[in-house]
Structure formats: structure tokens, C-alpha cells
């Protein structure tokens, strides 16, 4: 999943800020004229505010790049310090109300600059508020971030790296072994507890300040999604999905439970693989893990995106791929600036687990490199944390998908009970995954609207309700405050699963296009997204580009549909 570099302000990814002492361009003091008049003016205001914008956003962009590469704590400070610049770049009241003036006066017909000015006026818009209360806000939210990144848990009175208590977790036939391992990753949570809460109660305060309820309904609304409409989409697909979940799951407690020879009942949350049960455990007995251990995942990146006609040679040469001391234990990729320094900060390790998350992050990173660069530079970006979320996603999915298998693997797809169970295991995935999503969405919406209750077993009630896993005994503690994304990336969760279903859409729409018989990792597809969805960059709305792509407004129909046998 991406880990944006990139500063969200008002549902624009900003990539870059700077620190400026200047204000933002005011708009040249005439008066409203014809409609060519209020364009040029517009353009002009573009022009100036974009001039000192560009160049500081690659400052930042690289000093966040420094602080999770490194860890050091200059690196940090730097960062907090220009997003702090950018925000209040975009609190200048007086550009603000020229903005919302030409907003309303209705007199902005060229589409290109229409949409520009939306995406300013979303800037400017969550930036109304006491500028320090916004210094406060980001100040805390970098000190957060950086005790997350510089976290070393303990195992048995040792310092250990993260990916050694995934490695316990996939491997370790031993309960109690299994159970340290967990609770000593869960240890973070306890430590950023108090700052969370003390966080999420500022961005409420800057939420309020603007009329909205809570941060939550105002994040949303400002990257122009509403709030009510996806909480019924993604209530249906619970609801579709519940009967599908159940009858996987039972299989999965039945496998699990003979494997560490326990009864059903008896498995904890430390006996899924996953600290937060987000990826399947490998039950099947087509050993996916093992298939990867030996493959050189970097060439097999190369590979499958140059079948698409997608050379990404130039990003892999950028990016920093391999774990050492220090460095921040995730992945994400970076776009640095719009001019096509595009570069991804992976922690590999063999397996199909990273695998799977290198192609992820270089779907985020293709989609940059193929917005058109004619654009303007405020829409030389991802149409939406949506749309960019829904192509890794997709490309993400890959190491469970029999067709690329076949392709790039030495797996033999001839066996009917292969075929069956590498199906079976790619919609378990999916479906662990999808399901996992809904926890932490439902948890942001109640965690902004009721930040004072009982929240540690909030966490428990949803991970029951949508994952059919129960709270250890006696287990009062905040797991929930142990996921990077409710600190560093606030309401972005629920992307993920819009994202999902676009991927399935997409991917229904392209294959409906081609011949029955014909292969869909062709440059043919690679062509589809890249006029389709990368070119157009952030000139259209987000569901607006969906239904130009893919024939039909976004929904959970071709998910659904996916997780059928």
C-alpha cells in the first residue's frame, strides 16, 4: 500500500512543498470583467502561485525521502518544517477569497482551468484556520511518525528487525514463539498512543474551525468523495461478501488449527501470519512463498511491465530497494517532482510477500510516469488517491494470478488441483485483504466522530464483525494505534478499497475488449491504461475518469465477482 511522500492538503496531493516567507500571488486588484478577462487573471495567479511551488515542493519531497531512508532526525525536522511552509502558504486568506470569488462567479469556462481552480480552492479551503494550530497539527503528527519509523522491537531481551517478527509469523510452527513475535510488534502502539489521540482531537479542532463535524467527514469531503455514499457502498459489500468470508474462513481455521495442532477455537490473532490479519496465511498446497524465494524480483518487475510495453528501468535505477540499519521498515514510492524523478524505498526480502509489494509500489510509480507532461502542473498528478491506489493494487494482485504465473514463473498450471488452489488462495487474498479495509475505515469514521471512547475494544468489535477474529483473553491494550496509516496517512484507509474495486473494474473492461482467447498482459493493455487512465493525470475528477475508463460508475459489482469460485 502507498505510503504518500507527498503532502495531502484539501484532497490535493501536493508533491513537494516548500518553505516560503512570501504569500501566496494575489490576484492583480481590477475589476471583474468579461470572462477572458477573469481567465487570464486566473492564469496569472496559476502561473505565479505554481512558480513558487515547484521548485520547493522537490526541497521537501527529498527531505522526506532522507528522513525514511536514513532516520535521521534533521531529516525529519526539515520535513515538518516545509509542510508547515506549505500550509501556510495555502492559509493566505486574502488569494483564498479571490479564489472562492472566481469559484462562484461562474465565468471559468476553459476546462483546464476550471479544474485547477477546484483543486486550488481545495488547497486553500483546509488551511482557513489559526496557522498555529496548523504548525501544532503537522509538528506532532512528524514527532509520531518518527518514533513509528525509529521503533526496535524485542524478542527475548534482543533488539530484532521488523522482518524478523514476519519471518516468525510465516514460518514458526511454535504458539508461543508466534505469540511473542506479536505482541512485541503490537508494542508500538503503547508508545504513540497518547500522541495519537492528542493529534486527532487538533485536526478535529482545525475541522470545526471550518464548520465540519470532525476530520474525518472534512477529509473526505475536501478530495471531493462523499462520506455517507461510500459507508453504503461499502456496507453493501460486507453484506455481499459475509457468506463468501465465512465459508473461507472455515476452511482456513480448519487448516491453521492442524498446523499448530490446536483446536478451532483455540487460534489467536499471532497464528495468521499477518500482525493485523491484512494478507492471507498461506494455507494452499501450492507453496506461493517458496515459488518466489529463489526468483530475482527486480527482473521479474522488469519483465512484466515491459510485456505492457512499460519500460521501468529508470525508476528501478532511482530507488533504494534493500533493508539496512536506520532505514523505515515499509515501502512506498515518491514522486519528487512532475518532471519524471520517480523512485520507490522497498525493504526486499525473498518471498512472495515483497514481491508482490514491489510490483505494488511500481504500479504507483508507472501511473506517474505516464501522466502526459503537456498537462499544467497542477494536474501532472494521479487523477486520485483512489485511482493511483487502484492500479498498485491491481499490479499488486499479480503473484496470485494464474495468467502471470504462467508467464514469468516455472509454476506448472497443467494440474486441474494447481489451477484450483491458486484460485482458491488469489480470492482469499483478496477477500482477507478487502475485509481488513473495512476495519480500519469504520475505525477512522468512529475514532474522529468519538475520539474519548472506549477505542481498544472498538478495534476488537470490528476486527470480529469483519474478520471473524477474536481478542486474545483479557486483551486490553491499543492494537489499533499500532498501524503506521491512522497517524501518518489520516482517512486515506477507505481508498484502498475503492481502489480494489476500480482494479477489478478495469481489469473487466480491458479483458472485455480483447479476443476470449487472447492474453491480457500485452502491450495492447499496457496502451488501454495509459491513455485511459494515466495520461489524463488530475484533469478529470476521480469518478469521472472511472466512468470514462471503464464504461460505467465505480462499484463493487466486478470485486464481488472476482471473489466468486
Same mark, same amino acid.
Given at each position: 500500500?502507498?505510503?504518500?511522500?507527498?503532502?495531502?492538503?484539501?484532497?490535493?496531493?501536493?508533491?513537494?512543498? @516548500?518553505?516560503?516567507?512570501?504569500? $501566496?500571488?494575489?490576484?492583480?486588484?481590477?475589476?471583474?470583467?468579461?470572462?477572458?478577462?477573469?481567465?487570464?487573471?486566473?492564469?496569472?495567479?496559476?502561473?505565479?502561485?505554481?512558480?513558487?511551488?515547484?521548485?520547493?515542493?522537490?526541497?521537501?519531497?527529498?527531505?522526506?525521502?532522507?528522513?525514511?531512508?536514513?532516520?535521521?532526525?534533521?531529516?525529519?525536522?526539515?520535513?515538518?518544517?516545509?509542510?508547515?511552509?506549505?500550509?501556510?502558504?495555502?492559509?493566505?486568506?486574502?488569494?483564498?477569497?479571490?479564489?472562492?470569488?472566481?469559484?462562484?462567479?461562474?465565468?471559468?469556462?476553459?476546462?483546464?482551468?476550471?479544474?485547477?481552480?477546484?483543486?486550488?480552492?481545495?488547497?486553500?479551503?483546509?488551511?482557513?484556520?489559526?496557522?498555529?494550530?496548523?504548525?501544532?497539527?503537522?509538528?506532532?503528527?512528524?514527532?509520531?511518525?518518527?518514533?513509528?519509523?525509529?521503533?526496535?522491537?524485542?524478542?527475548?531481551?534482543?533488539?530484532?528487525?521488523?522482518?524478523?517478527?514476519?519471518?516468525?509469523?510465516?514460518?514458526?510452527?511454535?504458539?508461543?514463539?508466534?505469540?511473542?513475535?506479536?505482541?512485541?510488534?503490537?508494542?508500538?502502539?503503547?508508545?504513540?498512543?497518547?500522541?495519537?489521540?492528542?493529534?486527532?482531537?487538533?485536526?478535529?479542532?482545525?475541522?470545526?474551525?471550518?464548520?465540519?463535524?470532525?476530520?474525518?467527514?472534512?477529509?473526505?469531503?475536501?478530495?471531493?468523495?462523499?462520506?455517507?455514499?461510500?459507508?453504503?457502498?461499502?456496507?453493501?459489500?460486507?453484506?455481499?461478501?459475509?457468506?463468501?468470508?465465512?465459508?473461507?474462513?472455515? @476452511?482456513?481455521?480448519?487448516?491453521?488449527?492442524?498446523?499448530?495442532?490446536?483446536?478451532?477455537?483455540?487460534?489467536?490473532?499471532?497464528?495468521?501470519?499477518?500482525?493485523?490479519?491484512?494478507?492471507?496465511?498461506?494455507?494452499?498446497?501450492? *507453496?506461493? *512463498?517458496?515459488?518466489?524465494?529463489?526468483?530475482?524480483?527486480?527482473?521479474?518487475?522488469?519483465?512484466?511491465?515491459?510485456?505492457?510495453?512499460?519500460?521501468?528501468?529508470?525508476?528501478?535505477?532511482?530507488?533504494?530497494?534493500?533493508?539496512?540499519?536506520?532505514?523505515?521498515?515499509?515501502?512506498?514510492?515518491?514522486?519528487?517532482?512532475?518532471?519524471?524523478?520517480?523512485?520507490?524505498?522497498?525493504?526486499?526480502?525473498?518471498?512472495?510477500?515483497?514481491?508482490?509489494?514491489?510490483?505494488?509500489?511500481?504500479?504507483?510509480?508507472?501511473?506517474?510516469?505516464?501522466?502526459?507532461?503537456?498537462?499544467?502542473?497542477?494536474?501532472?498528478?494521479?487523477?486520485?488517491?483512489?485511482?493511483?491506489?487502484?492500479?498498485?493494487?491491481?499490479?499488486?494482485?499479480?503473484?496470485?494470478?494464474?495468467?502471470?504465473?504462467?508467464?514469468?514463473?516455472?509454476?506448472?498450471?497443467?494440474?486441474?488441483?494447481?489451477?484450483?488452489?491458486? *484460485?482458491?488462495?488469489?480470492?482469499?487474498?483478496?477477500?482477507?485483504?478487502?475485509?481488513?479495509?473495512?476495519?480500519?475505515?469504520?475505525?477512522?469514521?468512529?475514532?474522529?466522530?468519538?475520539?474519548?471512547?472506549?477505542?481498544?475494544?472498538?478495534?476488537?468489535?470490528?476486527?470480529?464483525?469483519?474478520?471473524?477474529?477474536?481478542?486474545?483473553?483479557?486483551?486490553?491494550?491499543?492494537?489499533?494505534?499500532?498501524?503506521?496509516?491512522?497517524?501518518?496517512?489520516?482517512?486515506?484507509?477507505?481508498?484502498?478499497?475503492?481502489?480494489?474495486?476500480?482494479?477489478?473494474?478495469?481489469?473487466? $473492461?480491458?479483458?472485455?475488449?480483447?479476443?476470449?482467447?487472447?492474453?491480457?498482459?500485452?502491450?495492447?493493455?499496457?496502451?488501454?491504461?495509459?491513455?485511459?487512465?494515466?495520461?489524463?493525470?488530475?484533469?478529470?475528477?476521480?469518478?469521472?475518469?472511472?466512468?470514462?475508463?471503464?464504461?460505467?460508475?465505480? @462499484?463493487?459489482?466486478?470485486?464481488?465477482?472476482?471473489?466468486?469460485?
Amino acid at each position: 500500500m502507498r505510503a504518500l511522500l507527498s503532502i495531502i492538503v484539501g484532497g490535493v496531493i501536493i508533491v513537494g512543498a @516548500g518553505c516560503c516567507c512570501r504569500q $501566496a500571488a494575489k490576484p492583480d486588484p481590477v475589476t471583474a470583467g468579461p470572462a477572458a478577462d477573469a481567465e487570464l487573471e486566473l492564469q496569472k495567479f496559476i502561473t505565479a502561485h505554481v512558480a513558487r511551488l515547484e521548485p520547493l515542493g522537490r526541497e521537501n519531497n527529498l527531505a522526506q525521502w532522507q528522513a525514511a531512508s536514513t532516520g535521521k532526525k534533521e531529516a525529519y525536522q526539515k520535513n515538518s518544517q516545509l509542510e508547515i511552509a506549505i500550509r501556510k502558504l495555502h492559509a493566505d486568506p486574502v488569494a483564498y477569497a479571490y479564489l472562492e470569488k472566481t469559484r462562484a462567479g461562474g465565468r471559468i469556462h476553459d476546462p483546464l482551468l476550471r479544474r485547477q481552480l477546484e483543486i486550488l480552492w481545495l488547497a486553500f479551503r483546509e488551511n482557513q484556520v489559526d496557522p498555529e494550530l496548523l504548525t501544532s497539527m503537522v509538528t506532532l503528527s512528524t514527532k509520531v511518525q518518527r518514533k513509528f519509523n525509529n521503533f526496535k522491537p524485542r524478542l527475548e531481551g534482543k533488539e530484532v528487525s521488523e522482518s524478523k517478527l514476519y519471518d516468525i509469523l510465516l514460518s514458526s510452527d511454535n504458539s508461543d514463539q508466534r505469540r511473542q513475535a506479536w505482541l512485541s510488534y503490537k508494542k508500538k502502539g503503547a508508545l504513540v498512543r497518547d500522541r495519537i489521540l492528542e493529534l486527532v482531537k487538533l485536526r478535529n479542532r482545525v475541522a470545526r474551525e471550518l464548520g465540519y463535524a470532525d476530520f474525518y467527514q472534512m477529509r473526505l469531503r475536501l478530495a471531493e468523495q462523499d462520506p455517507d455514499q461510500i459507508g453504503r457502498l461499502f456496507e453493501t459489500f460486507a453484506e455481499r461478501t459475509d457468506p463468501i468470508f465465512a465459508k473461507l474462513m472455515k @476452511g482456513v481455521k480448519q487448516k491453521l488449527s492442524r498446523r499448530y495442532r490446536i483446536g478451532a477455537e483455540e487460534l489467536m490473532p499471532w497464528h495468521y501470519e499477518d500482525p493485523f490479519f491484512q494478507h492471507a496465511p498461506a494455507i494452499g498446497t501450492a *507453496d506461493l *512463498d517458496a515459488l518466489f524465494q529463489e526468483q530475482d524480483q527486480v527482473k521479474l518487475v522488469r519483465s512484466t511491465f515491459a510485456r505492457l510495453g512499460i519500460d521501468v528501468g529508470d525508476i528501478i535505477e532511482r530507488s533504494d530497494l534493500y533493508p539496512r540499519p536506520n532505514k523505515m521498515p515499509y515501502a512506498f514510492c515518491a514522486a519528487i517532482d512532475r518532471q519524471g524523478d520517480i523512485r520507490i524505498l522497498a525493504n526486499l526480502q525473498p518471498g512472495e510477500r515483497w514481491t508482490a509489494t514491489l510490483l505494488h509500489e511500481m504500479g504507483h510509480a508507472v501511473y506517474e510516469k505516464y501522466i502526459d507532461p503537456k498537462l499544467p502542473w497542477l494536474l501532472r498528478v494521479a487523477s486520485h488517491a483512489t485511482t493511483t491506489e487502484a492500479i498498485a493494487m491491481m499490479f499488486g494482485r499479480l503473484t496470485r494470478r494464474l495468467d502471470w504465473l504462467s508467464q514469468e514463473t516455472d509454476i506448472d498450471s497443467s494440474q486441474p488441483a494447481t489451477v484450483a488452489d491458486i *484460485d482458491r488462495q488469489r480470492r482469499l487474498e483478496l477477500l482477507v485483504t478487502a475485509r481488513w479495509i473495512l476495519v480500519v475505515t469504520e475505525f477512522e469514521r468512529a475514532l474522529y466522530a468519538q475520539p474519548d471512547s472506549d477505542l481498544n475494544q472498538l478495534w476488537w468489535q470490528l476486527k470480529e464483525r469483519y474478520q471473524l477474529m477474536k481478542a486474545p483473553p483479557g486483551r486490553d491494550a491499543p492494537d489499533w494505534a499500532s498501524k503506521i496509516h491512522i497517524t501518518a496517512y489520516p482517512a486515506y484507509y477507505h481508498n484502498y478499497l475503492l481502489g480494489e474495486m476500480m482494479a477489478s473494474q478495469v481489469l473487466g $473492461a480491458a479483458a472485455a475488449q480483447k479476443d476470449a482467447d487472447a492474453p491480457l498482459w500485452t502491450q495492447s493493455f499496457g496502451q488501454f491504461l495509459q491513455e485511459k487512465i494515466f495520461r489524463p493525470g488530475r484533469s478529470l475528477p476521480w469518478d469521472q475518469l472511472i466512468k470514462q475508463a471503464t464504461g460505467k460508475p465505480l @462499484g463493487s459489482e466486478s470485486l464481488v465477482k472476482d471473489l466468486m469460485p
